[in-house]
């Protein structure tokens, strides 16, 4: 079906929706960029999508026409009378809620699989992917994650050991995830231009590594990176349990925490119990 819509351009100025910096608004108008952000998941013929931050909905549309059936969560009510117009040219896949994304559980909002898919605000985007991928039910309802954040953010997730970038968030995204850059998207792709570069990285659940507990890996991390550069025989004195952990697992204690693999630190935490 292909459904004519007014430019993004025109529809920030009859909607008045001039860039919010305190809501982290860089607002993407480029419609063939937003169709490969939305094509990065796979099909959504029929998929129900999680949008955080639709804004005046450059890429709500690509998800409509995508056929998807999007749930869209905006905190800019200036934004709501763009998105309803948005709804009414895609009769009955868009439901628009006014309000904070971080205090909106998804799946009791839609009630089956989805994906999340978002251009996410900076100031709030790592809080959301952390608690997305930090749940305790695992696999967790959402089939992907497709994000945008600044490109430091995103070197952050997908990471490896033994580089400055690889820490607790690295970890959190890969010990039961796989993650990936899925596009690098320059900064002048945005309105306005933010400072940095970014990317948009693709996570998918795999199996989680069996007899680890989510709140042990994050109290081991926790300690060890809180104090990076301390070999673990130090940073991790204040875990009850993971020296021994060390000596079980033959992990020198001498080591620091950015050479410690996600297999090493789940071997680790499954020790500590
Ligand atoms: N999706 C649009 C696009 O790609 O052009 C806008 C993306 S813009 C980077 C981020 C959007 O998130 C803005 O529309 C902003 O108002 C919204 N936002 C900011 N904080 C939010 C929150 N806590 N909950 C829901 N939406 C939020």
């Not at 952050?156 to 690295?170: D, Q």
Request: with cysteine; proline share 7%; glycine share 10%.
């Amino acid at each position: 079906m292909t459904v004519s819509l007014p430019p993004l351009r025109d529809v920030i100025a009859r909607h008045g929706l001039s860039a919010s910096k305190a809501l982290g608004q860089n607002f993407l108008f480029d419609e063939k960029l937003l169709d490969r952000i939305a094509a990065i998941p796979g099909s959504l013929a029929g998929e129900h999508v999680y949008e955080v931050g639709p804004g005046p909905g450059g890429l709500t549309r690509a998800l409509l026409r995508a056929g998807a059936h999007v749930v869209a969560v905006e905190r800019d009510h200036r934004c709501l009378p763009a998105l309803a117009e948005l709804s009414e040219a895609f009769p009955g896949q868009l439901r628009v809620i006014e309000g904070d994304a971080l205090k909106i559980d998804p799946f009791t909002e839609i009630g089956a699989p989805f994906h999340i898919v978002s251009n996410l605000p900076y100031n709030v985007g790592t809080a959301l992917a952390v608690g997305w991928l930090g749940g305790n039910a695992w696999p967790p309802t959402w089939k992907s994650l497709t994000l945008m954040f600044q490109r430091e953010v995103a070197d952050r997730i997908v990471s490896s050991p033994g580089t400055g970038a690889y820490g607790r968030l690295a970890i959190l995204a890969q010990w039961r995830s796989n993650a990936s850059i899925a596009m690098p998207v320059h900064r002048s792709a945005f309105t306005p231009p933010p400072k940095v570069m970014s990317a948009v990285v693709h996570i998918t659940p795999k199996d989680a590594a069996s007899g680890v507990k989510m709140s042990v890996l994050e109290n081991l991390t926790g300690a060890a990176f809180g104090q990076r550069r301390k070999m673990l025989r130090q940073s991790l004195k204040s875990v009850p349990g993971a020296l021994e952990a060390l000596q079980k697992t033959g992990i020198a204690e001498d080591r620091r925490p950015e050479t410690i693999s996600i297999a090493e630190w789940c071997a680790l935490a499954r020790e500590v119990g």
